[in-house]
Structure formats: C-alpha cells, structure tokens
C-alpha cells in the first residue's frame, strides 16, 4: 500500500468490565499491535481516543482506541482522521462480527454496516462506509440471546482458551493489510 499515514482503530467500550467482553476485540487487537511496536497509550486532548503514533514495516500508523462506547465511536474516529489530516481510504478498523464463526477473519473495502452500531455510527460521522476492515467472527448468540447481549458477555471459556492465538492472528491480518495491500491479505486470512 502506499507510503501514508494509516489510521488504525481498535472498536471496544471503555472500562474494565468490558475489557474481555467480545465487543471489544478491536481494542485486544490494538493492544496486541501496540505491544508488537512498543508503543505506549497516552490519552488524545484532541480527540476522546488513546492513540500510539508508530510504524509497522516502516509505515507510519496512528493506532487509536476511541474512549467512548462500540455504538458512539464515529465522533471520535472522525477526530482523529481531521486531527491526522487523513481520508476514510487510510482507515482500518478492527471490530466483530456475529454473522461469522468465532476466530474467523474477513477482510475487505466497505460495505454495509450489517446491523453493526459501531459501523453504523462511523458512517454517520463519516458520512462514509469506504474504509478497510478487519471483521473477526464472534458467532450467533445461543438460543434466543439477545445480540447486544452476546457481545457485550465476555468470550466462553472455550474461546478464552483460543483468544490468544485468535488475536495474533488477526494482529498478523492488519500488518499485511497494510504491508501487503487488501487482496494478498484476502487470499492470506479470509477463512
């Protein structure tokens, strides 16, 4: 891909009680690159987000995970693309996704929101949907769960056991993403 400036966001809610919920996948996966990089959050006055300026593969990426909830998140990511001076095209967002099985990975170039708020707030603030996404599988919920229910529970202790290598991988997804550029990372991760 080009030798921009990327803007690279981690969709989760804040606080502890959701650190661990699958809503906030994103914001694991944000982490695990911050940690890749050894880049340490510091709060954003600019925008309410925590935000890493750092490079991966020699590109220069701002990672950002917004300090407001999944379904609030488009204000502060539109912040952040004015503050960085960057079009919705330099945009990856990492979030879930019910209608995929859980630890599988998609990859692509906009879209609809699927019922997802947090998607659906980023276009609102957008006043686009054409940015990357890596969207990683967290199932349907069992029985008659409510969806908002599901995702805000935390991970079944079946996945648990299989988050950690789940968020390397998708880590893996949005460096080659970025490296490699959107069909070589289709062809790559998309199960």
């Not at 750092?54 to 998140?73: D, F, Q, W």
């Not at 006043?127 to 599988?137: A, K, N, P």
Request: aromatic fraction near 8%; charged fraction near 25%.
């Amino acid at each position: 891909m080009a030798d921009d400036v990327w803007l690279v966001v981690g969709l989760g809610n804040p606080g502890p009680s959701y650190a661990r919920t699958r809503h906030n996948i994103g914001q694991l996966v944000a982490d695990e690159l911050a940690a890749r990089t050894g880049g340490k959050w510091k709060q954003s006055k600019q925008v309410k987000a925590e935000v890493i300026e750092t490079r991966i593969s020699g590109l220069r990426v701002v990672l950002a995970k917004p300090r407001a909830y999944v379904n609030e998140s488009g204000g502060p990511v539109a912040g952040l693309l004015k503050f960085f001076k960057l079009d919705p095209a330099n945009l990856l967002v990492v979030h879930d996704e019910l209608d995929i099985d859980f630890g599988v990975l998609r990859c692509k170039f906009g879209g609809g929101d699927n019922g997802h708020n947090g998607l659906r707030s980023l276009r609102k603030s957008l006043g686009t949907g054409e940015y990357y996404r890596v969207r990683f599988g967290v199932g349907r919920p069992p029985g008659r769960q409510a969806p908002a229910d599901f995702v805000l529970n935390e991970f079944s202790s079946a996945e648990r056991k299989d988050l950690p290598f789940a968020v390397d991988r998708t880590a893996d997804a949005v460096e080659c993403l970025l490296t490699d550029g959107l069909d070589a990372t289709q062809g790559k991760y998309n199960s």
